[in-house]
């Protein structure tokens, strides 16, 4: 009887070892200038609004239908397609963009309904490097182990500069959660301050993977007209000119194969501008 009950006991340490995880993590960001403010299980280091919108808790129906939030506040939930590693991963993205122009952004980590990994991000650092606002386009796999959000943002400048920049972030998945991996800066375009009387330059790049480098395109101007044969539209800032993620990068793609174009390239594992040690921009 002893050795039954012994052998029960132990089956039902083996079965419970066996059910019970860890959070999955969400692990890199701040490789991107983004901050944790909040692990698993730890407090949340964020405004009582923001901390309303990311209780420790969500239920899975509770991901489908917006959430109650303050007008200046944006709230969007992204099923993440975890494949065969067996968990319901979501990522919240709250946005507050009661500030003209520096927006505030949140990423949230889900698994299985609890909350895991916070981290927060403001564009304007340090490094010599003001950046863009982003927000998360769409989530989608790459292969059997890549999650890649595509983000996009922009930015407008005291005396008439602005940009709009697209990224994919590439993320590598396992059992322990998300890692990121690398980014490419799929399109970009510049508009530089107004300098008097004189036509303002617009440049715009791209990046395209190329065996096992990223090769950049950049492409400056100061004839809109020519740009505008590849569907250019001014302002791109403005929501009412505003194309699709997917026609930026085709614009941007058509407008850097022109001749006069300037190539370069980089290792998957050389940081771009928007990376820590990336270098600043001229």
């Known amino acids: 009887m002893a050795y039954t009950t012994f052998v029960l006991t132990a089956?039902?340490?083996?079965?419970?070892?066996?059910?019970?995880?860890?959070s999955a993590r969400l692990k890199g960001l701040d490789r991107l200038y983004f901050q944790n403010v909040g692990e698993p299980g730890a407090a949340l280091d964020a405004s009582p609004v923001v901390a309303s919108l990311l209780p420790e808790l969500l239920r899975e129906p509770d991901f489908s239908r917006k959430p109650m939030s303050p007008e200046e506040y944006n709230v969007r939930d992204f099923r993440l397609p975890s494949g065969s590693?067996?968990?319901?991963?979501?990522?919240?993205?709250?946005?507050d963009f009661s500030h003209p122009r520096i927006f505030k952004l949140w990423w949230a980590l889900y698994d299985h309904e609890r909350r895991s990994d916070v981290w927060y991000f403001a564009p304007q650092v340090g490094d010599n490097k003001i950046l863009s606002n982003y927000e998360i386009e769409d989530v989608s796999t790459v292969g059997k182990g890549s999650i890649i959000l595509r983000i996009e943002g922009g930015m407008s400048r005291p005396g008439g500069a602005w940009?709009?920049?697209?990224?994919v972030l590439t993320f590598l998945g396992s059992e322990d959660g998300l890692t990121f991996s690398r980014v490419r800066n799929a399109f970009g375009?510049?508009?530089?301050?107004?300098?008097?009387?004189?036509p303002t330059s617009i440049t715009v790049w791209t990046e395209k993977e190329s065996r096992g480098r990223?090769?950049?395109r950049t492409f400056t101007s100061k004839q809109e007209k020519a740009l505008r044969k590849c569907g250019f539209q001014v302002p791109l800032i403005d929501p009412r000119h505003m194309l699709s993620w997917r026609e930026l990068e085709r614009v941007a793609l058509c407008i850097t194969q022109k001749p006069g174009a300037k190539?370069?390239?980089?290792a998957f594992?050389?940081?771009s501008f928007i990376e820590r040690g990336?270098?600043?921009q001229k």
């Open 189 to 198: 375009f510049f508009h530089g301050y107004e300098l008097g009387n004189e």
């Open 214 to 216: 990223f090769e950049e």
């Open 269 to 271: 594992n050389e940081p």
């Open 11 to 22: 089956l039902l340490v083996v079965v419970q070892t066996s059910v019970v995880k860890t």
């Open 163 to 167: 940009w709009e920049v697209g990224k």
């Open 85 to 95: 590693w067996g968990r319901k991963l979501w990522l919240r993205q709250i946005v």
């Open 263 to 266: 190539r370069s390239s980089r």
């Open 278 to 280: 990336g270098r600043p």
